[in-house]
């Protein structure tokens, strides 16, 4: 069965500084792993994602992440913090099972981004 | 292009009553997924629909839980008998098989509050 880890329910980092957040997955085929973010009050939306291709992906503003295999990781980085990355981020795991796909979700890190 | 619609927004129940969520997938995608969201965790995944068809239930309580995505009409998620602890924010997203597998479009959520 699937599943996704992510370390850290709450990272801090100043404007301008280097953000690093943690997922591990555990799937039984290759997966299609994503990161989701999450305004207050609002839906998710896809930040990235990962379909067997290019192991490191770009997504948009500014973030990209780096599928490795070996040690069944999809972290998400940014090299410099804006004040508006301000929110909750979720790494998802979805695999293909009878009938289309299944998409767990991790416990979600939440961003803070001080001045 | 209309994305993930749900209603209500938010959603006020005494104890005992019914709760019936609505959620109209994007247009285009026929499988419609709903997660739970407790504060301070994750996306919890409930049940994955097809038109008519229920695909995966397995993370739907076995009691007062029932979800249909019919025919015509939107999918609703129905809560009989609502407890104080079915309290969160319930998500509907909606997802095309092809070409962007398990990738996810979220509707802002709906808010239930049980008094």
């Known amino acids: 069965a699937q599943s996704v880890t992510q370390l850290g329910s709450h990272v801090s980092v100043s404007e301008g500084a280097l953000v690093l957040l943690r997922c591990n997955y555990s799937?039984?085929?290759?997966?299609?792993l994503f990161w989701y973010v999450q305004y207050p009050n609002q839906g998710l939306q896809l930040l990235l994602k990962y379909t067997s291709a290019a192991t490191l992906v770009k997504g948009i503003n500014g973030f990209e992440a780096e599928f490795k295999k070996s040690e069944t990781s999809f972290h998400l980085t940014k090299p410099s913090a804006h004040m508006s990355d301000a929110a909750e981020y979720f790494c998802a795991v979805s695999d293909r099972q009878t009938g289309g796909f299944k998409t767990i979700f991790g416990a979600g890190t939440r961003l803070f981004v001080k001045a | 292009n209309a994305g993930v619609m749900q209603n209500p927004r938010h959603l006020v129940r005494r104890r005992g009553q019914e709760a019936r969520l609505r959620c109209s997938p994007m247009?285009?995608?026929?499988?419609v997924y709903w997660y739970r969201q407790l504060p301070e965790e994750g996306l919890k995944f409930m049940v994955y629909?097809?038109?008519?068809?229920?695909?995966?239930e397995s993370g739907m309580p076995k009691e007062r839980f029932s979800a249909e995505f019919p025919k015509e009409g939107p999918s609703i998620l129905r809560i009989q008998q609502v407890v104080r602890g079915d309290s969160a924010a319930y998500f509907c997203?909606?997802?095309?098989?092809?070409?962007?597998?398990?990738?996810?479009?979220f509707g802002e959520g709906s808010r239930l509050t049980v008094l």
């Open positions: 247009k285009g995608h026929s499988h």
């Open positions: 629909l097809q038109k008519e068809n229920i695909i995966d």
């Open positions: 799937s039984s085929v290759p997966p299609y």
């Open positions: 997203a909606s997802s095309p098989i092809q070409p962007n597998p398990g990738e996810l479009f």
